[in-house]
């Protein structure tokens, strides 16, 4: 029993998930950081208010807390978009660089014999129909 489970957490996929929590929650303490400690002051002085979570509006005697609402959106916001600035879009990039793009293929079938044809052909080589 103790084998199985050895061979589950040695397993590649399981180590790498595990190294990927650990990075994303470092990497999301630093934006969380970054966002509270620069972006949200540069908000409070174009805005005025270093915080929504004061924001509400009332309906009859009912009262619609909205601001913190407004926080968690422009903090996810803020994070989603670091991390397709920061680690999305330069993986692409990168992966784009090392993997080119794939050559076009230099045959094409023939509609009515399946036959492979080459791509510039304009008449079958086995069963003689236009193409």
Not at 12 to 38: E, K
Not at 48 to 62: N, Q, Y
Not at 78 to 83: F, K, T
Request: proline share 8%.
């Amino acid at each position: 029993m103790l084998s199985g489970f050895k061979t589950f957490i040695l397993r590649g996929n399981v180590v790498d998930l595990a190294v990927g929590v650990v990075i994303g929650a470092a990497f999301g303490a630093v934006v969380a950081a970054f966002t509270r400690d620069l972006l949200m002051p540069l908000i409070a002085a174009l805005v005025g208010k270093p915080d929504f979570s004061a924001i509400s509006f009332t309906v009859g005697a009912t009262v619609f807390p909205i601001g913190d609402f407004i926080n968690a959106v422009v903090a996810f916001l803020l994070v989603a978009g670091a991390v397709y600035f920061f680690v999305i879009a330069p993986l692409n990039h990168m992966m784009a660089r090392f993997n080119p793009p794939a050559a076009p293929p230099a045959t094409k079938a023939c509609p009515q014999c399946l036959s492979q044809i080459p791509v510039a052909a304009a008449r079958c080589a086995y069963c003689t129909q236009a193409v």
